[in-house]
């Protein structure tokens, strides 16, 4: 999983907005996988990885949400000491500039997911990918 759909939701930062929308998506089937949020400006804004994307965009417009799609940087280590440092040194080593991440948890497994919003997805992915397989 080296690239992954991730969403970029504007929510109103007020009590319960945030639940509504992961509600709807819950609802409708769609599971998050990883997500951060934070507010910036009055308003909430929201990143996540959905496991069903086409699920997760129809949703979201069905609310008339103001959201965009992109793709952001996935891998997923083994949860122990120094993984998420081995991970984002790799990156730079390749000279991908990470603009931000976030964690969640491989699907149908306890073991962690790092997402990497990168300004290279292609060359993260891959030197991603070759972090995966080696044993560290």
Known sequence: MAKAKEFRVTIEDKPGALGDC????????VNILAFQS??????SLVRFIPDDAAGAKAVLGSLR?????????VVSLPHRPGELGRA?????????????SYGGFEP????????????????ASNALDELADEKG
Not at 22 to 29: D, H
Not at 92 to 99: C, M, S
Not at 108 to 123: E, Q
């Open 65 to 73: 949400m103001n959201f965009e799609e992109t793709e952001a940087a």
């Open 88 to 100: 984002a040194s790799r990156l730079g080593e390749k000279k991908v500039n990470i603009d931000y």
């Open 22 to 29: 992961f509600r709807a998506l819950a609802e409708s089937g």
């Open 108 to 123: 149908g497994s306890a073991r962690p997911m790092l997402v990497f919003g990168v300004d290279n997805v292609t060359l």
């Open 38 to 43: 934070y507010v910036e400006e009055r308003e």
